[in-house]
């Protein structure tokens, strides 16, 4: 099994507390084997699986997700039918841009841009 790449992007999001909540899209490739059927994928930030697809056809999700760090890794795994995973993939780095400005009403927003 192997997982050929994981890009993460983070839409525009605005946010009202210090853990950031995101929509994030995820998109990659995979070289199944015949050996292994798999059920679907799974997505992993910091080690703690956080969305997932039951689509082995599947080669992008969106998914949201909470943001307690500036950077936040992610890794990705198949599902097997017998219940297991495969390895994780290679761990990617998603690094927060905070932006600050004030709106219309004076109030102060914060918002992350990609």
């Not at 853990?19 to 050996?35: D, F, K, M, R, T």
């Not at 059927?37 to 969305?51: A, D, H, N, R, S």
């Not at 297991?84 to 992350?112: A, C, D, W």
Request: a neutral charge.
């Amino acid at each position: 099994m192997k997982l050929i790449g994981l890009l993460i992007w983070a839409f525009l999001l605005v946010i009202a507390h210090p853990v950031l909540g995101a929509s994030i899209h995820v998109e990659w490739g995979y070289e199944p084997q015949e050996a292994y059927p798999i059920t679907g994928f799974k997505l992993y930030q910091e080690w703690e699986p956080v969305c997932q697809t039951i689509d082995p056809t599947k080669r992008a999700m969106d998914c949201y997700v909470t943001l307690p760090a500036s950077i936040i890794s992610y890794t990705l795994t198949a599902t097997y039918v017998d219940g297991t995973e495969s390895p994780h993939s290679n761990q990617y780095l998603f690094v927060t841009m905070r932006k600050r400005f004030r709106g219309s009403s004076g109030q102060l927003i914060r918002f992350n841009v990609q």
